[in-house]
């Protein structure tokens, strides 16, 4: 009988267990919705001029960038920028980026081509966030208009824009 009632007890504790782990998997949890990583900005910037992107392959002699700035027009380095990676999507060339800001705010969001060896006049802005089939200066340098909101350090997802992959295109230079 003792026995009997040492299985019983081993079984019931064993059910119990198992119970706790399946419902802990994550194959039981509802997606809630898309989600981004705290204080990040993520999304595609789409080249549609792929010709002149070929001239720029060799990384050598530069790189694309994606750049957030607390300030527009910027009067120093960008809060964040990242290197893109450029790739083929449906006959267009495109960039995923993610980058993460230091804090919340107000963020203007650049694309740009840095220019190897870096030097004054190396980096030619070639997209902004807000500025896809205009830009105007009145466009490019309105410091109200088209800003990145990171509130509550929740990343936003979703900011894409057009951006030119030739440097002779450009919208702004530093």
């Known amino acids: 009988m003792r026995k009997l009632l040492s299985n019983l007890a081993f079984a019931v504790v064993l059910v119990s267990l198992l119970s706790i782990a ?9 997606p809630t919705g898309k989600t981004f990583d705290d204080l990040s900005i993520n999304g595609r910037i789409t080249f549609p001029d792929t010709t002149g992107y070929y001239k720029f392959a060799d990384t050598s002699k530069g790189y694309y960038n994606v750049s957030a700035f607390a300030q527009w027009p910027p009067m120093g380095p960008a809060s964040t920028s990242s290197k893109l990676v450029l790739k083929l999507d449906g ?18 969001v650049t694309s740009a081509f840095i220019r190897l060896p870096y030097t004054a006049g190396s980096v030619y802005g070639l997209g902004k966030f807000g500025s896809d089939t205009s830009h105007s ?7 109200t208009n088209a800003r990145v909101s990171v509130q ?5 997802g979703g900011i894409n824009f057009l951006s030119w992959a030739d440097t002779t295109t450009k919208i702004y230079k530093f």
Not at 22 to 30: F, K, L, M, P, W
Not at 137 to 143: G, K, L, M, N, V
């Open 137 to 143: 200066p009145a466009q490019i340098y309105d410091t």
């Open 22 to 30: 399946y419902g802990c998997s994550e194959n039981t949890v509802a």
């Open 91 to 108: 006959g267009k060339l495109v960039a995923d980026y993610k980058i993460i800001v230091p804090a919340n705010g107000f963020f203007t």
């Open 152 to 156: 509550g350090n929740v990343g936003v």
